[in-house]
């Protein structure tokens, strides 16, 4: 498997603009984190599902801020419209939760975003 | 919201000598894990340990675990150059909602200077 897989790896985008960020996770993985890293923040937890259906996106910021995952190969997180606050990388990570209880992830490479 | 909350912050060290991170956490927890992260890349999975288990080694990793405390620490000995980089504790937060997200902390920031 080539691990998990994020594009674009770079995003230069002007306030206002949709962004859309997309994540394949690795195959036969049940779960799927989207991250947010800044310098002031740290690695904040956005959202994340589990066989495909979203748990928790008590860590989404606003509504400019969706999340989907249509099927279990595919996920994307949407801003719209776009705002220079929103710079930061993101990451997806991929696992398999067992009994409850979740189990290493792998990371992705990250997009860098830069809204001006 | 951090789960854990990693420290110090920022640590500096010589090559051949022990770094040791430490993490605390808030909530209970099924099991807590070590990530490694280098400049500009994603996060690297170092090692598990399960909350009934209070010690764990891989090769020169060594993590503990104290439950009371809500607290674990990460050793790595006779440090090299290329263990530079960002070390996170996360953990499997659990709560009233059966919840398993995956929270990290802020990191420490390890440099070893050759």
């Known amino acids: 498997d080539a691990g998990v897989i994020q594009s674009p790896r770079h995003e230069v985008t002007e306030m206002g603009q949709e962004v859309t960020l997309r994540c394949k996770p690795i195959s036969g993985h049940n779960s799927l984190f989207w991250y947010r890293q800044t310098m002031m923040r740290g690695l904040e937890l956005l959202i994340y599902?589990?066989?495909?259906?979203?748990?928790?996106d008590s860590g989404m910021p606003e509504d400019r801020f969706s999340a989907k995952m249509p099927n279990a190969s595919f996920s994307t997180l949407k801003i719209q419209p776009s705002e220079p606050r929103d710079s930061a990388v993101y990451f997806c990570?991929?696992?398999?939760?067992?009994?409850?209880?979740?189990?290493?992830?792998?990371f992705g490479q990250g997009t860098r975003l830069t809204v001006v | 919201s951090q789960q854990g909350e990693e420290d110090p912050q920022a640590l500096s060290i010589q090559e051949g000598e022990n770094a040791t991170m430490n993490c605390s956490y808030k909530t209970s927890i099924n099991n807590l894990q070590w990530y490694r992260q280098n400049s500009g890349r994603g996060l690297v999975h170092l090692i598990l340990?399960?909350?009934?288990?209070r010690e764990k080694h891989s090769g020169r990793l060594r993590v503990t675990l104290d439950t009371s405390k809500k607290s674990s620490s990460l050793l790595i000995t006779a440090s090299r150059a290329a263990d530079t980089a960002s070390y996170f504790c996360?953990?499997?937060?659990?709560?009233?909602?059966?919840?398993?997200?995956?929270?990290f902390g802020k990191g420490t920031k390890l440099t070893v200077n050759p």
């Open positions: 996360a953990t499997d937060a659990t709560d009233q909602g059966g919840s398993e997200k995956l929270v």
């Open positions: 990570a991929s696992s398999n939760l067992q009994g409850g209880m979740n189990t290493e992830a792998f």
């Open positions: 599902f589990n066989n495909n259906v979203p748990i928790d």
């Open positions: 340990i399960r909350s009934n288990e």
